[in-house]
T-cell receptor, first 112, second 111 residues
């Protein structure tokens, strides 16, 4: 069966510090991968998605970036965090038919 | 801009009642629709998906889809306190491999 991992589970970072969140998927190959952010009181916002290694699509302009160095690894990064980057970051995967998405446990980021 | 609208709630129902959650969407080309449940502080988990007009039943859950009205709903029969959560409606964007989510409806089931 497929499993999706995210780490860390929680993170507190100062404004201006860098960020690296990692997501890995087990039990499937060539998945579509997604990064979402859920801010307090707001809906799920799609940040990036990837249909293959090195293929990243960005949904919204921001100070975040994403990379997919391996088939089942998806990384979310920032060089300098802003207060507005606080939120619940969720990674999701789907099969390469791009259908049902399954979410990882999430990373709760607080920027102070 | 594709939109998915849900009543934010909270929707309060007594234990054993039927809870009805509704969702409308703007993308007329959408073909796939999903319901997720999200407990406070946790990630969303898939409850059901529906592709065709009509009803689809899975245990206590029934999803209903009306593409002409651009409307999808989720019925929860025999509601339990453990069903108390936020329910997210998601719509597959036509021509893309992405979902647009509604902001969710909070359901509270009282014992």
């Amino acid at each position: 069966s497929q499993t999706i991992h995210q780490w860390p589970a929680t993170l507190v970072q100062p404004v201006g510090s860098p960020l690296s969140l990692e997501c890995t998927v087990e039990g499937t190959s060539n998945p579509n991968l997604y990064w979402y952010r859920q801010a307090a009181g707001r809906g799920l916002q799609l940040l990036f998605y990837s249909v293959g290694i090195g293929q990243i699509s960005s949904e919204v302009p921001q100070n975040l970036s994403a990379s997919r160095p391996q088939d089942r690894q998806f990384i979310l990064s920032s060089k300098k965090l802003l207060l507005s980057d606080s939120g619940f970051y969720l990674c999701a995967w789907s099969g390469n038919r791009a259908d049902t998405q399954y979410f990882g446990p999430g990373t709760r980021l607080t920027v102070l | 801009q594709k939109e998915v609208e849900q009543n934010s709630g909270p929707l309060s129902v007594p234990e054993g009642a039927i809870a009805s959650l509704n969702c409308t969407y703007s993308d007329q080309g959408s073909q796939s629709f999903f319901w997720y449940r999200q407990y406070s502080g946790k990630s969303p988990e898939l409850i059901m998906f529906i592709y065709s007009n009509g009803d689809k039943e899975d245990g206590r859950f029934t999803a209903q889809l009306n593409k002409a009205s651009q409307y999808v709903s989720l019925l929860i029969r025999d509601s339990q306190p453990s069903d108390s959560a936020t329910y997210l409606c998601a719509v597959m964007n036509s021509g893309y491999s992405t979902l647009t989510f509604g902001k969710g409806t909070m359901l509270l089931v009282s014992p």
